[in-house]
Nanobody
């Protein structure tokens, strides 16, 4: 059974950092793309990042480029989202998601985590 579980959210002051984890089961993260999305209250869900280790491709949305980085630990079957220089507008529920081997963040993925809240506030 394909499953992804996010963790690592919390509250931080502007300029701070958080690292989110996306732990996968039922598949190997090295074989498929993992997307990170976020949704702020009253706003549409935003795709912020996509990584495909198999294809050696990574996409960052302009809103996070230069501040967020993604990494993968294949041994732990986990993808990490390192978020630096956080801003109040980064406040949202963050989700990781995946789909089959052909997917690279185009269109809605089938498998979603439950989300983790990130709040950036002074």
């Amino acid at each position: 059974q394909v499953q992804v579980v996010e963790s690592g959210g919390g509250s931080v002051q502007p300029g701070g950092s958080l690292r989110l984890s996306c732990a996968a089961s039922g598949f190997a993260v090295e074989n498929v793309a993992i997307g990170w999305f976020r949704q702020a209250p009253g706003k549409e869900r935003e795709r912020i990042l996509c990584i495909s280790n198999r294809d050696r491709r990574t996409y960052y949305a302009d809103s996070v480029k230069g501040r967020f980085t993604v990494s993968t630990d294949n041994a732990k079957n986990t993808v990490y989202l390192q978020m630096n220089l956080l801003k109040p507008e980064d406040t949202a529920v963050y989700y990781c998601a995946t789909d089959d081997i052909a997917w690279y963040c185009e269109g809605p993925p089938r498998y979603w985590g439950q989300g983790t809240q990130v709040t950036v506030s002074s």
